[in-house]
């Protein structure tokens, strides 16, 4: 079965610094796997996606994401962090033919000026 | 064109009674899922439809129930509520019968039960 494992609870970053947030997941074979960003009151926005192929892919907002294997880790990072990316953040795993994603519990996000 | 819409927004409801939650689909979206996230959670799985089809349930009671209607869109309905049901209830859809292409989530309708 699949899971998700996001370590920090919380993380604060000062504006301008760069971000990184870390994912672990946990699937016999070649995962399906996701970022999503949630505001305050707010629903879950895609920031980006891997299937396949390239294991650096790039996103929405700035966001990059690297899909290691060898770590089973799909962390999320970006060079520079905005006030507007204070948010909670979700890392997802999926599988194929699956009709679900199994999302971890989240990394909130706060960023200092 | 409209995202995922849900309704209500919020709604408060005693133990024991009966709820149920809409939501609309984007538009050419086939198939809607409904999750539940509590305060400090991830979001969990509850069901999912397409083609008005049930295609996936959780690991949730037979208290939840859902259908979808020809236009797609969707109820979530929820049966003899507990306190422990009280959450944020979000609404996902999708153009194919997987999530691996991505969901676009509504809102949510927020829960409280007391």
């Known amino acids: 079965a699949q899971s998700v494992t996001q370590p920090d609870i919380h993380i604060t970053v000062s504006e301008g610094a760069s971000l990184e947030l870390r994912c672990n997941y946990s699937?016999?074979?070649?995962?399906?796997l996701f970022w999503y960003v949630q505001s305050p009151g707010q629903g879950l926005q895609l920031l980006l996606k891997?299937?396949?192929?390239?294991?650096l892919v790039q996103g929405i907002k700035g966001f990059e994401a690297e899909f290691k294997r060898s770590q089973s880790s799909f962390n999320l990072r970006k060079p520079s962090v905005h006030w507007s990316d204070a948010a909670e953040y979700f890392c997802a795993v999926g599988a194929s033919g699956a009709n679900n994603l199994f999302f971890g519990t989240g990394t909130r996000l706060t960023v200092i000026p | 064109d409209a995202g995922v819409t849900q309704s209500p927004t919020h709604l408060i409801k005693t133990r024991g009674q009966q709820v149920t939650l809409r939501c609309s689909p984007i538009?050419?979206?086939?198939?809607v899922s409904w999750y539940q996230q509590v305060l400090g959670q991830g979001p969990q799985f509850i069901f999912q439809y397409y083609e008005k089809e049930e295609r996936g349930r959780g690991n949730f009671p037979d208290r939840f129930s859902a259908r979808q209607f020809p236009n797609y869109s969707s109820e979530l309905n929820v049966n003899a509520l507990l306190l422990g049901d009280s959450a944020l209830y979000l609404c996902a859809s999708s153009w194919g019968d997987s999530p691996n292409y991505g969901y676009t989530f509504g809102s949510g309708t927020r829960l409280t039960v007391v």
């Open positions: 891997y299937f396949s192929g390239d294991t």
């Open positions: 538009s050419g979206h086939k198939s």
């Open positions: 699937y016999g074979a070649t995962p399906y």
